[in-house]
């Protein structure tokens, strides 16, 4: 049987017409009163498209670590295959960090995503390939578990390409879910917001696009000719017009008076609503506002506070479920393996309390000098020759 829909479903605007596509959970929010915003309305918000880049771009620059468990000890693994997908890419088509970051971008916006997994028959992974969560219907098998069919869209007029892949057969990256199997996005469980944001964007369009919003106004006090006022036009737009006229002195005659149009209430108020809902939506992702250009509160103080406050609580549980999420599909349960993403990269835009914490470590014997300057990429100091004493 096919899982349940958490939300109204949509099929996706790109796909092509006469294929077998199926309709799939595409739309990420429906309004109240029926309307639906797909993920691709939802990307033309600028708010909703930093914050899903921010966060997804930096997971996916994350160096990876595999280490193994001896003990209570844990031991890098160097030469594992999955360093080598790391290095040389999973797939022939894209780089670790453009997978990763796709896969991410699109939890972020759908709740889900799905990376194929080819492996050897010693169980190795060969390659890692992102699914568009688009192509993707999930179905629970009579035996109780989770089937994922995959429509691959062929050449256009083609239909698509169905094949079933089983939960052993991919990494199913998951938002927040409400049945523990399919995960459900931010903005679904936001929808008003999201909604309330992209009305306000298509009233300013339109605003622009249809309204009349003059800077200023030239009246006389005395009736004006046709011949008049086509000459008035014809001479302020020659000598006042564009960027290379501007702060020239205005000089009227025939009685003519300048008056400059203000900024109505209403219009402000719509600038404000913008702004609040920007701030929304941050709040939604758990995105600090100047992390995605918002510096209408920002200073230089807490600009810095606002990343690491980004690094500690908007990125670290994320990567922390990825890890899990990784380790169990890669590795399998009871495995001594386990992946690492090392986050201190995040400390390489600040060197002072990068090469503070350094220090802290050294002098209490947590690091030796070998040890912090192998994570700074520097080789091992060269060992000094021993001298030998004269007979």
Known sequence: MR?????RRSAEPNS????????????????????????????NLAVVLSCVNV???????????????QGAERVEVLDHWLKRLVRYGPNPDQVWGAMLESAIASVELHGNALIELTRDASGAVLSMRFIPWAWVAMQLLPSGRVAFDVYEPTMPGAGARKRRLLADDVVHLKDRS???MIGRSRLSRARDVLRTATSQQTFARNFLDLGAQPSGVITSEHPLSAAQMTSIRSQFTDRFSGASNAGRALILDDMLKWSP?????????????RRF????????????????????HGTFTNSREAARWFGQFTLTPRVRRLEAEL???LFGYGSDLE???????????????????HKIAIETGVLDTDEVREIEGYNPRPAKPVAVPAE
């Open 277 to 296: 809902a920007v701030e929304e939506i941050a709040r939604v992702y758990g995105v600090p506002p100047p992390m995605i250009g918002d510096l209408s």
């Open 339 to 357: 992946i690492e993403f090392d986050m201190s990269s995040l400390l390489r835009s600040d060197p002072e309390t990068r090469w503070a914490s």
């Open 3 to 7: 899982l349940p829909a958490l939300f």
């Open 261 to 273: 149009m203000q900024v109505s209430p209403e219009d402000a108020e719509l600038l404000n609503s």
């Open 178 to 180: 409400d049945d523990a």
């Open 55 to 69: 966060i997804s771009s930096n997971i996916a620059a994350f160096p990876v670590l595999v280490y193994r468990r």
């Open 327 to 329: 380790n169990r599909a």
């Open 16 to 43: 092509w017409q006469g294929s077998a596509h199926p309709i799939t959970m595409a739309s990420v929010a429906a309004s109240h009163d029926g309307a639906i915003v797909s993920t691709v309305e939802a990307e």
